[in-house]
């Protein structure tokens, strides 16, 4: 299994309060990702990492921020939770060259109540 | 807009039954081709990449094709271990965005 360990693995937490997943890798990864998995959506992407405080959006990243202040550590951020941020988080990291594929962690399954 | 589209949502298949998965995709300028597997509550899990047109990949009972606009993942006398989502991804440009579809998840009953 690739070095990708999400914490926490479960969480609940009520609406309006801050909430931080973490992402931590071993494989020294340059590329670090987010997504959101909620039915008959897929995965959708909310925000990457290119290196070390090297940040940019993906296509939901309204009301999440992230922050790489480590090569092995992505951390996502709900500053103020809502209950549509009620979802299975995903991450995952991928080397440097162009044709490597992506790895996944295990997922956090977080309920906004 | 760069989409993926997966069909169908839903395939039921008898122990043994060949059948294939559909990834179709519109996309600015591919860059690859991704298939994974998911099992129910864990991570997907990386099954194949395609690069161009006319390659294709095999793993045990599976195998990925692709063409200019679709992949397929064919699915040769398939066991109940099989049952799963299966997921498709794309990467376009010079992006390392990957763009994912729905899924399709596949039951095989025995």
């Known amino acids: 299994d690739a070095g990708i360990t999400q914490s926490p693995r479960h969480k609940v937490t009520e609406t309006g309060t801050p909430v931080t997943l973490r992402c931590h890798q071993t494989?020294?990864?340059?590329?670090m990702y987010w997504y959101r998995q909620d039915p008959g959506h897929g995965l959708r992407l909310i925000h990457y990492?290119?290196?070390?405080?090297?940040?940019d959006k993906g296509e939901v990243s309204d009301g999440y921020s992230v922050s790489r202040s480590k090569t092995e550590d992505f951390l996502l951020t709900l500053e103020s939770a809502t209950s549509s941020q009620t979802s299975v988080y995903f991450c995952?990291?991928?080397?440097?060259?162009?044709?490597?594929?992506?790895?996944f962690g295990q997922g956090t399954r977080l309920t906004v109540v | 807009e760069d989409q993926v589209t997966q069909s169908p949502e839903a395939l039921r298949l008898q122990e043994g039954e060949s059948s294939s998965l559909n990834c179709s995709y519109t996309?600015?300028?591919?860059?690859?081709l991704f298939w994974y597997r998911q099992d129910p509550g864990k991570g997907p899990e990386f099954l194949f990449t395609?690069?161009?047109a006319g390659e294709e990949k095999e793993k045990e009972r599976l195998k990925a094709t692709l063409t200019k606009k679709e992949s397929f993942l064919h699915i040769t006398a398939p066991k109940p271990e099989d049952s799963a989502t299966y997921l498709c991804?794309?990467?376009?440009?010079?992006?390392?965005?990957?763009?994912f579809g729905s899924g399709t998840r596949l039951l095989v009953r025995p």
């Open positions: 996309v600015s300028g591919l860059r690859g």
């Open positions: 995952a990291i991928k080397g440097d060259s162009l044709n490597t594929e992506a790895f």
């Open positions: 395609l690069y161009s």
């Open positions: 494989e020294n990864h340059r590329y």
């Open positions: 990492s290119y290196g070390v405080k090297d940040t």
């Open positions: 991804a794309v990467r376009v440009d010079s992006s390392y965005k990957l763009i």
